[in-house]
């Protein structure tokens, strides 16, 4: 297990994406959805805040609710959803530093020490200087969860203007991306796309909590 607090580093920025159209939620804004009687936005806030010293949300819908958080609300400033790439390339133009740890809002059962892996990738000044992002790989790269650098932004923002929005495709061509196997991470990653898979989190959610 990784100790968090050895893995905090100072100046480092952290965005939750909740930006998207939710069409597989019946078109709602899944941040504000609730698990037990949280909104899923809350999750993801417990989760990055440790890790970081300036954190915003990005979203599309529904300011008002999201500012409550007292945390900076980041939209897209594009027409239509353009998917996570739009929201990666915003978080980034606003970010106070050069790395951004970013996460989606709807991992609710992602933790700090798994998300903390990625920090400690960062530790070397060789790996820093050289790399523009880091990515877990859990049953396949987890684009949405990682340490992505200032220098990506040029690169999102060509491919948005370009209509290539495709993140998967983009990382998988570049070389400056580091590859992180994530560890005892076997639930982290469950993401809630529908409602029936929002019903399997709180099934395990409450077998945690029942565990604990
Ligand atoms: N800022 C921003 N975030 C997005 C956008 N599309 C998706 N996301 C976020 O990326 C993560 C994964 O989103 P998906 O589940 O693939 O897409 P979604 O729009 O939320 O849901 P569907 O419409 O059902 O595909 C979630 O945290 C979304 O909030 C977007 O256009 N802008």
């Known amino acids: 297990m990784v100790d968090v607090n050895s893995s905090l580093m100072s100046g480092l920025s952290g965005l939750i994406l909740a930006g998207g159209e939710g069409r597989r939620m019946a078109g709602r804004d899944k941040g504000l959805i609730s698990l037990a009687q949280k909104p899923l936005v809350e999750y993801a806030i417990e989760c990055m805040a440790p890790l970081v ?4 949300i990005s979203c599309n819908r529904n300011r008002e609710l999201y500012q409550d958080y007292q945390l900076a609300c980041i939209s897209d400033e594009l027409e239509n959803y353009q998917g996570p790439m739009a929201g990666l390339a915003a978080g980034l133009r606003h970010a106070k ?7 989606p809002c709807d991992t609710p059962l992602m933790t700090s ?3 903390a892996q990625l920090l400690d990738c960062l ?3 060789k790996t820093r200087n050289s790399l523009q992002a880091i990515l877990f790989s859990h049953q396949g790269l987890q684009p949405l969860h990682g340490l992505y650098h200032k220098s990506m932004l040029p690169i999102f923002e060509q491919c948005l203007a ?3 929005n495709a993140l998967q495709r983009l990382l998988r061509s570049m070389d400056s991306i580091h590859i992180h ?4 991470a076997e639930l982290s990653f469950n993401n809630a796309n529908d409602p029936e898979e929002l019903h399997t989190i709180e099934c395990l959610l ?3 909590e029942h565990n604990v």
């Open 113 to 115: 020490h798994v998300m």
């Open 206 to 208: 409450a077998d945690n």
């Open 162 to 164: 370009e209509n290539k």
């Open 97 to 103: 530093h050069d790395w951004l740890l970013v996460m």
């Open 181 to 184: 196997q994530a560890l005892d």
């Open 53 to 56: 010293d300036d954190l915003s």
């Open 123 to 125: 530790k070397t000044e």
